[in-house]
């Protein structure tokens, strides 16, 4: 019974985690809202999130040694939900306001991305670990797509009223109150270990480098398919919604079905879904469609919802368990500083290349595709490394 409460509660809060996407619906309407401010600030209101999520992801491994769980993950969702009702209130007065916004709403992300994870490890060990890791997965997909639904349809009347679906927050912290074990640090944490095995490994680091580029690439499509739905006449802030959905719930049946994947696919896993994801954005490139906006979401979803859960079990398993929850720390921080980043580099490559949205689409597919090639390369030769040892 104990463990079924402690799963509603790390499901819970990982329905959240995909939250601060809800403004990538919004973004040509913020930017229609406040005329003369760069395009550059207004894509921060989706890309500092991440990088307030960087921060708090890699000091919560280390804060959680210290301070029980469960007070990290309610400080991160009341920031969350603060953040969200302050957008709702106030958010038009000022860019800034919102920018704000999104610092709290990186608090909450960064934060809980590492702590549904270190819980995971905490309580779930072996298969268990990586089926609850997918089921986490599927929650934070499927949470993505219904916040991401409601939020268009909220836009579609108004870009404020779209963080009206923060107020979810609310019944995540009662939630969490509730079922969540007031942990104290695990006894093993300050346990005495060999040197070897209390330090982070090359695996672990190569792990993150793959998570960041992933970030980097990935996350043209998210900062830029509201754009592109715009400047294509394709539809509006409804139609980016309905896309993100679709992206949210190819994620969803991923997640579901990761164990399964895991367990077939093995150490292809995350090669196979870079080059998925990759094809998705290649396909946008080419048509420039509408049908081939929600193929790139749906196989961008794919990927998402299969690294994830796939870098954090690689990443925990490389260690030893007292710094598992350092290792996930520094891959979910690894992630943020990529997401950060992306708007910066996709955006850099297209003025060079003249200006066009659709280039940037180009680099994400060669990027993912580049990066699934150097996973499958590099875990080969840090695993023949491993048995010389």
């Not at 499927?142 to 916040?147: H, I």
Request: overall charge positive; hydrophobic content about 55%.
């Amino acid at each position: 019974m104990e463990k079924k409460k402690i799963k509603v509660a790390i499901l819970s809060i990982s329905s959240l985690l995909m939250i601060s996407m809800t403004a990538s619906a919004i973004l040509a309407d913020i930017q229609a809202y406040f005329v003369g401010v760069d395009p550059a600030l207004i894509a921060m209101v989706l890309t500092i999130p991440a990088l307030m999520g960087l921060v708090f992801a890699f000091a919560s491994g280390p804060l959680s040694l210290r301070l029980p769980k469960k007070n990290l993950v309610i400080f991160g969702l009341v920031c969350g939900l603060a953040g969200g009702m302050i957008a709702l209130l106030f958010g038009s007065t000022s860019i800034y306001v919102l920018l704000g916004c999104s610092l709290l709403l990186g608090i909450a992300q960064g934060m809980n991305a590492t702590m549904s994870m270190a819980l995971i490890a905490d309580y779930f060990v072996a298969e268990e670990s990586g089926a609850m890791m997918g089921l986490q997965s599927a929650f934070v997909n499927g949470g993505s797509m219904v916040l991401l639904f409601s939020s268009g349809m909220l836009a579609g009347i108004s870009w404020q009223l779209s963080y009206l679906v923060y107020l979810v927050f609310i019944p995540v912290i009662a939630i969490v109150i509730k079922n969540l074990p007031k942990d104290q640090a695990p006894a093993h944490a300050e346990a005495e270990t060999s040197e070897k095995s209390a330090k982070l490994n090359a695996k672990v680091y190569f792990t993150a480098l793959t998570m960041f580029l992933f970030g980097v690439f990935l996350f043209v499509f998210q900062t830029n398919v509201a754009m592109f739905v715009a400047s294509k006449g394709l539809g509006d802030a409804s139609t980016s919604g309905l896309i993100n959905t679709s992206m949210s719930a190819a994620g969803m049946l991923t997640g579901i079905l990761f164990g399964r994947m895991q367990r077939l696919l093995k150490k292809l896993v995350i090669p196979v879904c870079l080059l998925i994801g990759g094809l998705g954005m290649l396909m946008i490139f080419l048509l420039g469609t509408l049908p081939s906006l929600f193929f790139g979401a749906i196989c961008g979803g794919f990927c998402l919802a299969t690294i994830n859960p796939a870098g954090t079990f690689q990443a925990a398993n490389a260690v030893h368990p007292s710094i598992s929850s350092l290792a996930i720390a520094v891959v979910t921080a690894s992630t943020s500083v990529g997401i950060f980043v992306s708007p910066i580099v996709s955006s850099g490559v297209a003025n060079l290349a003249g200006g066009s949205i659709e280039i940037k689409f180009l680099l994400a597919a060669v990027g993912l595709a580049s990066v699934g090639v150097m996973s499958f390369i590099g875990n080969v030769i840090l695993d023949r490394q491993q048995v010389i040892q």
